[in-house]
C-alpha cells in the first residue's frame, strides 16, 4: 500500500470544487429551442430560467425558480411559485401560479390562479380565471373576463371589463369599457373615459370615497357608504338605475352635473 502523501489533500479539493460546480450548474437552465415538459408529481426547485428562440416549457407538476425569463412559450398547468417573471412572448397558466413581480411585454393569458404582488402590463393581458394583485399597471390591454382583485389599478390605456373587478383605488387615465361589476372601496378617479356599458359600479367603501370624473357613463349605480360618496364630475349621466341604499350618502358637488335617464 503506498501512501498518497501530500497528493491526498490536491485529491480532495479537487473532488470538492468538482460537487460544487455540479451543484451551481443544475440552479441555472437555458432552454434553447427545445422542449421541456414536467409531468404531474414532479417537483423542481432552482434559481433561474432562460426560455428562448422557439421553446416550450410546459410545467404539469410543481416548480420553484426565483427569476424566469421567457421569450417563447410558457404554458403552466401544475403548480408554478416565482420571484420574478419577464413575459416577452406567451405566457399561458391554466394552473396555479404565484409570483411576485411579472413584467408583461407581450401576451399573458390566465385561465387558472394568478396571485402576485406587482403586474405591470405593457402589451396583453386576458383574465379568465382568478387574478389578485397588490398594484397593477396597465399600459397596454386588459381583458378582465374572469375575477380580478386589485388595491391599486392604474390604466393608462385599455381596459375592457366583462368580469368582475374589486378595487381599493381605481386611477382611469385610459379608456375603461365593458358590462362587468366594479366593486370599488376607496377613491375612483377618471380623466379619460369611462363607459359601463351594461355593468354596475358599488361604491361600498367603510370611509368617505371621492369620484373624482370627467365626462363619464354608468349603467348602475350603487352607493352603498355610510360614510359619504361625493361625485366631483363634469358630466356624469347614468342610463339605468342610481341606487343609494338605506342610510348611506350621496354627495353633489356644486356646479357639478348629474343626469339619470333610466
Known sequence: HKPL???YPTLFLCL????LIQETQAQ???NN??????TEGTFIEMDTINNINTATFKNNGTVIFSKFNNNATLENNGTLTLTTVDNTATLENNGTLTVTTVNNTATLENNGTLTTSTLDNTATVENNGTLTTATLDNTGTLDNNGTLTTSTLENIATLENSGTITIFTFNNDGNTTGDGTYNITGEFSSSGTFFSEAGTVNMNGTSSQIMDMEA???????INNAESVTLNSTQTVITNNLTINSEKIFILEADKNLTVTG
Open 5 to 7: 502523501g501530500n497528493k
Open 28 to 30: 441555472y437552465i437555458s
Open 33 to 38: 429551442g427545445a422542449y421541456i415538459s414536467t
Open 16 to 19: 470538492f470544487f468538482l460537487i
Open 216 to 222: 363619464s357613463t354608468f349603467y348602475n349605480l350603487t
